[in-house]
Structure formats: structure tokens, C-alpha cells
């Protein structure tokens, strides 16, 4: 019954936008985010917010994407603007007691083009 639902990847030109979304069910999580994995990188955190609606950004995309939350919906959002070649990256959503704890989705492809 609890699950991560991702939505909205796809390809873009550099400068372009994307916005990924993730339904919840099954549970409330007190904190949601969002993590992006390279090829042959580590996993990283993009950017996360809490019940309480502080957020937490990588220096890497502050400015450029804003992590957002709708309660009605159980449904947490990124708006990624400007990006980059450097953002391509499979996005996982998280949802949990703390960062990177709990339950994550099945990831969705972003790829920024030159």
C-alpha cells in the first residue's frame, strides 16, 4: 500500500525545464526529496522538504530548481529551470523519518542535451 509514484522525466535542451512530480500513498511521510544518481557516480541529494516546509537544496541546483509540496495531493513536486548537461541523472524520490530513509521510487530519467 505505500508507494512512490514518479512522474515527469524526460529529455531537454540545456536551458530548458523539466518538472518531476511524486505521488504518495499509503502513509505521510515527514520528510520528502528528491536524489539524483549520474552513470558511475553516487547517489546525491538534490533537494528535500520537511512536514514543516523547510527546504534543503544541493549547492549545485540552488536557484535553478525549487522543491515544493502539496498536502492535499500527498504529492511532493520539482521544478528544475536552467538546466544543465551536468543535471542528467536518474531522479529518485524519497519519503521517510529523515533524509534518505524509508521508501524511494523507481527513479525517472532527466537528460539535458547541449
Known amino acids: 500500500q505505500v508507494q512512490l509514484v514518479e512522474s515527469g522525466g524526460g529529455l531537454v535542451q540545456a536551458g530548458g525545464s523539466l518538472r518531476l512530480s511524486c505521488a504518495a500513498s499509503?502513509?505521510?511521510?515527514?520528510?520528502m526529496g528528491w536524489y539524483r544518481q549520474a552513470p558511475g557516480k553516487q547517489r546525491e541529494l538534490v533537494a528535500a522538504i520537511t512536514s514543516g516546509g523547510s527546504t534543503n537544496y544541493a549547492d549545485s541546483v540552488k536557484g535553478r530548481f525549487t522543491i515544493s509540496r502539496d498536502y492535499a495531493k500527498n504529492t511532493v513536486y520539482l521544478q528544475m529551470n536552467s538546466l544543465k548537461p551536468e543535471d542528467t541523472a536518474v531522479y529518485y524520490c524519497?519519503?521517510?523519518?529523515?533524509?534518505?530513509?524509508?521508501?524511494w521510487g523507481q527513479g525517472t530519467q532527466v537528460t539535458v542535451s547541449s
Open positions: 524519497n519519503g521517510g523519518p529523515a533524509y534518505g530513509r524509508g521508501l
Open positions: 499509503g502513509t505521510i511521510f515527514s520528510i
